[in-house]
């Protein structure tokens, strides 16, 4: 994914226990059971009883396009620094920041596994605010994200059908792919993870063919040659976007058939399939063609794959696109839904997000925020909210990996199925070069990046006030204490 797109334009994209302190019960009378539209309000956690569970190659690709989707949109980093940086980035990142994060992601979901993730994990470290806050967080810079994909494929589609390209139709088309999106999404998480493997495997087939195709024509002296006029802010937000988002599957841990063996395995298997899907086609693309610094935008591995085997490969891989984007819509948009779930789970939010269809034990509530949220940003023109989606990311890392080092020193007897093998000290360490980065991405930002964080900030912790008074007065339903008791994964042993 690339951070640099116009929405309205043409550019392609890329405290203590659970619930921390106690909180008012609603009283029976209070507590609304059923909701009029086919839906069922359900205990917080039928997954439990969901035979129809995440397994472990639907998750792996899940993972896969919560962070990449494949590599579209690593252009940028050549454009911005020259092949020799850009292989450099895609070589070593992964080491200074995707290991980090993985490594925390797979101890803590494996500990505290319940729907919700990343927002268990900061309230159990520091309480409810926390929990709420980094619920705003993650959940923001998640639709902000998604915002992009749909337009992708509008895009795409305008170079078939001009008419897409502006005006109406074009707005139809972003709407359309929302609502049928969202729709498959609604249909159940088993069914979007298959759909992610065979969107994956699609999507991955024209860079197979072209790197193989491209072997006879390398030239690996091109992979040493520098950029001229470097822009290193453009290089660093593009390794950043294309290579973040690994906690966002913990949001689904619930529903994930033994997270304790099938997260860890999970996230090393995306993890070398989104290393490798960067470098390798990067190496093919960088070698074979000889073409300047500057024609290496949003799209250009089509244009190689052109020019070393014809334009069906070409067609291909704008097909490829495609299909990856809505990979990543279905991913990011069921981690978000999941994490509303969770969040009602710990009476952060109403019951209301605590429901599931009927049908397909899916968060339907989640669900439909989710989209409505990311249709309305779809019309937006926003560099800059883009680069906020950057800053609020950041801002939930810093937190998480906080609540790591802190559940290590507060709680070193918690069940821990799987283990980072370091002591305090050195988690420190693995934690300290990543958040030493986040900060770098914040400092980078713009007054008016600042202007909306700060904004979306002070709104978050207005809801979670507005929540806590609307528990307090029961002119909200919120789940019972005793309901979630048992229900969101404690890791205790």
């Known amino acids: 994914m690339s951070p640099e797109f116009q929405i309205h334009g043409h550019q392609s994209p890329r405290g203590g226990g659970?619930?921390?302190?106690?909180?008012?019960?609603?009283?029976?009378?209070?507590?609304?059971s059923s909701i009029d539209l086919g839906e069922a309000?359900?205990?917080?956690?039928?997954?439990?009883?969901n035979p129809n569970k995440l397994t472990l190659v639907p998750l792996i690709f899940l993972i896969y396009f919560e962070v990449a989707g494949g590599p579209y949109g690593a252009e940028p980093a050549v454009q911005a620094a020259g092949a020799l940086y850009a292989l450099l980035?895609?070589?070593?990142?992964?080491?200074?920041?995707?290991?980090?994060?993985?490594l925390v992601t797979a101890e803590l979901a494996t500990s505290i596994p319940g729907n919700g993730g990343f927002v268990l994990w900061a309230d159990r470290a520091f309480g409810p605010f926390c929990g709420s806050l980094m619920g705003t967080w993650k959940f923001l810079s998640g639709v902000i994200n998604s915002a992009a994909f749909p337009v992708l494929c509008a895009d795409y589609l305008a170079r078939v059908e001009p008419s897409v390209a502006s005006g109406t139709p074009r707005y139809a088309t972003v709407a359309g792919m929302n609502l049928a999106l969202s729709f498959l999404n609604y249909t159940g998480l088993t069914i979007v993870g298959y759909t992610a493997v065979a969107l994956g495997l699609a999507s991955l087939a024209p860079f197979v063919l072209m790197m193989a195709m491209a072997v006879p024509r390398l030239r690996p002296a091109r992979w040493l040659t520098r950029g001229r006029g470097n822009d290193w802010r453009l290089f660093f937000n593009t390794l950043f976007w294309n290579l973040n988002f690994w906690d966002n599957a913990s949001t689904m841990a619930g529903e994930v058939e033994s997270p304790e063996r099938t997260f860890p395995t999970a996230l090393l298997s995306a993890g070398l399939m989104t290393s490798l899907g960067y470098l390798l086609p990067l190496m093919a693309g960088t070698g074979a063609v000889d073409a300047p610094q500057d024609a290496w935008g949003n799209g250009f591995f089509a244009d190689i794959a052109g020019s070393i085997a014809g334009r069906w490969l070409k067609y291909w891989i704008e097909v490829g696109a495609v299909l990856s984007a809505i990979g990543l819509y279905e991913a990011q948009l069921s981690s978000s839904a999941f994490q509303l779930l969770g969040m009602a789970n710990l009476r952060l939010l109403p019951r209301i997000f605590a429901s599931r269809a009927?049908?397909?034990l899916t968060p339907w509530a989640g669900i439909l925020t989710s989209s409505l949220i990311t249709l309305a940003i779809s019309f937006m023109s926003f560099n800059d909210i883009i680069n906020s989606a950057n800053f609020l990311y950041s801002l939930g890392m810093l937190m998480e990996f906080a609540a790591f080092l802190w559940l290590r020193k507060k709680e070193p007897n918690l069940k821990r199925p799987y283990r980072v093998p370091m002591r305090l000290p050195g988690l420190v360490l693995l934690c300290l070069v990543p958040s030493a980065f986040l900060i770098f991405v914040m400092a980078i930002a713009s007054w008016k990046v600042l202007a909306i964080c700060a904004g979306l900030t002070a709104l978050g912790i207005a809801v979670y006030y507005m929540m806590a008074v609307c528990k307090s007065r029961g002119c909200l339903t919120f789940i019972d204490e005793e309901e979630t008791n048992g229900e969101i994964g404690t890791g205790d042993a």
């Open 89 to 102: 980035g895609f070589l070593i990142f992964p080491f200074v920041w995707s290991i980090p994060e993985s």
């Open 18 to 32: 659970v619930g921390g302190a106690s909180q008012s019960k609603e009283s029976p009378e209070n507590m609304d």
């Open 358 to 360: 009927k049908w397909f």
């Open 41 to 49: 309000v359900l205990p917080p956690n039928p997954a439990a009883k």
